[in-house]
């Protein structure tokens, strides 16, 4: 079995690389967006002890869950505005995740606000979209866990020494995706990171470390990164794309060039030279939206809430 030490200089080996460059990015069959490691990562090779704690772990989270004596949970709650508690309440516990906080970045509200205003078109009156406050932005690196009071603090010292190794690196969001919970009882829209998911990635596998006496799953298989900024209730409806803007373009935008059409329907393109100015605005315009939506930052800081409380994790400097 590989020491926590190990186990530790694994997950930060991916740190070796000195690029820059963005990650490598792709789009599954289902239209999914997947940040994939770099050739860097794989060179190092953090994969094999840091995959195989994560595979006893899940393991070990099954057993408990075959084995655990039945504790008092409360019936699943929902609040007036439509959201059902996914995460159960079991008395004594207090529910805690691990995140990256995002107060303060600037940009990161007007490109909230475009998000949501893309993703109402594009859903129209089928979804009734709430707005997330942008003091709750955030991207998540744990999943959510459940912990008794007197592990509160183990936990959160684990965090501590664990997450002070890593260095701080930069990141940006800047695509526009649909995503829905497990339970499918609520959906969201989120900016999709499209620089340092390496790094991220990288960042989780040190927090399932951290956690690994908290019995909770290992953070999601396929982890898509995002900034959740606004939710519906309930799945993403069927023939509605997941992938709204791409880094690079847009996706699923029928309707985007409304403007042009009935340019070109007036008589106004003659020669079609009107045809080509509609198309060059449309570009201006895209590529102006897709400023907006484009927002960097340094992730120097990973919180983690625990009930009503918050714990700030410095990451190394340099």
Not at 33 to 57: F, I
């Amino acid at each position: 079995m590989a020491t926590g030490q190990g186990l530790l200089e694994a997950a930060v080996c991916a740190y070796g690389s000195d690029s820059s460059g963005e990650d490598e990015m792709r789009v599954s069959k289902d239209g999914a967006q997947t940040q994939q490691a770099t050739a860097a990562e794989e060179d190092c090779g953090p994969a094999a002890p840091v995959e195989a704690a994560l595979k006893r772990r899940r393991l070990a989270c099954d057993a408990a869950r075959g084995q655990a004596t039945p504790q008092r949970e409360s019936a699943p709650q929902i609040s007036a505005d439509g959201r059902v508690r996914s995460f159960p309440h079991v008395e004594g516990n207090y529910a805690g995740f691990v995140y990256v906080p995002l107060r303060g970045i600037e940009g990161i509200e007007a490109a909230s606000v475009e998000a949501t205003k893309i993703a109402q078109e594009v859903l129209t009156k089928k979804c009734l979209l709430h707005r997330i406050h942008v003091q709750d932005l955030h991207i998540s690196v744990s999943r959510t866990f459940g912990l008794r009071r007197v592990q509160i603090k183990a936990v959160v010292d684990d965090l501590r020494r664990t997450l002070r190794a890593l260095p701080c690196f930069d990141a940006t969001v800047s695509g526009v995706d649909l995503y829905s919970n497990e339970e499918n009882t609520r959906s969201f829209v989120g900016l999709s990171l499209s620089v340092g998911a390496t790094r991220m990635q990288t960042t989780t596998r040190a927090v399932d470390y951290a956690l690994s006496t908290v019995p909770v799953e290992p953070f999601y298989d396929e982890m898509r990164f995002h900034v959740s900024v606004a939710w519906f209730a309930g799945a993403v409806p069927q023939g509605v794309p997941l992938v709204l803007v791409a880094d690079t373009g847009l996706r699923g935008d029928q309707g985007r060039n409304e403007g042009c059409k009935a340019e070109q329907a007036s008589g106004r393109a003659k020669d079609g030279r009107a045809g080509t100015s509609c198309k060059g605005k449309a570009k201006d315009e895209q590529e102006l939206q897709n400023a907006r939506l484009r927002v960097s930052f340094s992730v120097k800081t990973i919180e983690a809430k625990i009930g009503a409380k918050k714990y700030s994790f410095k990451l190394k400097e340099g």
